[in-house]
């Protein structure tokens, strides 16, 4: 049961335009939600996250949008340059009905941005 | 700098052996978190310590499988009678009280078992 999604296993984008990264959840349980970036061979390092009682979050070229109806969130790169190449990854957290706390992944996007 | 620090970094190991892997988080971290990640896959929650205990041990795959957290810091986490599917990177990650913010990971253990 894949409480997070992320449908596109890779994704190339031409340098300079923008790269959009979608994610989907099931659980309304969470609230609170996370991207990572990783380069091989490196752990997972934090990008932007995003509050359910928001619905966007901007940091430089990275904009993260969430739509709680759909249980949707994407993030945007704009400009995309090469080093923004590797594994993203959504991630999702929330306190359950048991009270344990949980932060569930996504599979990750490869993105590949050329120059 | 004082970052998440695993070790060992790479550990090949015959199947039926027991491992151990170690995490130091950051200092003053009291959150701390195992992860894996299989070939061609995303990250698998394991477990997850506030503090010394253990709320959620939900994610682990089955009994082979334990974890320790020790003076609120170091954690170990071993695979008893390793079995060819444990083969993967096992990452680690802490973070500041329970939040549900951003997690600093480590750079992981590369487990392959032969």
């Known amino acids: 049961d894949q ?8 994704l190339s984008v031409q340098e300079g335009r923008i790269s959009i990264l979608n994610c989907d959840y099931t659980n ?12 091989p061979a490196e752990g997972p390092t934090f990008l932007i996250s995003i509050s359910s009682i928001k619905d966007k979050n901007e940091d430089g070229r990275f904009t993260v ?16 340059q090469p080093g923004d ?9 929330g306190y359950g009905n048991t ?3 949980k932060t569930i992944f996504g599979a990750g996007t490869r993105l590949f941005v050329k120059a | 700098g004082a970052g998440v620090s695993q070790s060992p970094s790479n550990k090949v190991t015959e199947k039926g052996k027991d491992v151990e892997l170690r995490c130091d988080p950051i200092s003053g971290h ?30 682990l795959p089955s009994d082979r499988f334990s974890a320790e957290r ?27 009280g329970s939040s549900l913010g951003e997690q600093y990971f480590g750079p992981g ?6």
């Open chain 2, 30 to 59: 009291t959150a701390l978190y195992w992860y894996r990640q299989s070939l061609g896959q995303g990250l698998e929650f394991l477990i997850y310590f506030q503090g010394n205990s253990a709320p959620d041990k939900s994610g």
């Open chain 2, 70 to 96: 020790t003076g609120g810091s170091v954690s170990t986490l071993t695979i008893q009678r390793t079995q060819q599917e444990d083969s993967a990177v096992y990452l680690c990650a802490s973070s500041l």
């Open chain 2, 109 to 114: 253990t590369r487990l392959t078992v032969t």
């Open chain 1, 99 to 101: 009270g344990g706390f």
């Open chain 1, 85 to 93: 190449s590797a594994v993203y990854f959504c991630a999702a957290s």
């Open chain 1, 65 to 80: 949008f969430l739509n709680k109806s759909a249980k949707h969130l994407s993030l945007h790169i704009v400009p995309s």
């Open chain 1, 3 to 10: 409480q997070v999604k992320q449908n596109s296993p890779s």
């Open chain 1, 28 to 39: 309304s349980m969470f609230d609170y939600f996370l991207w990572y970036k990783k380069y």
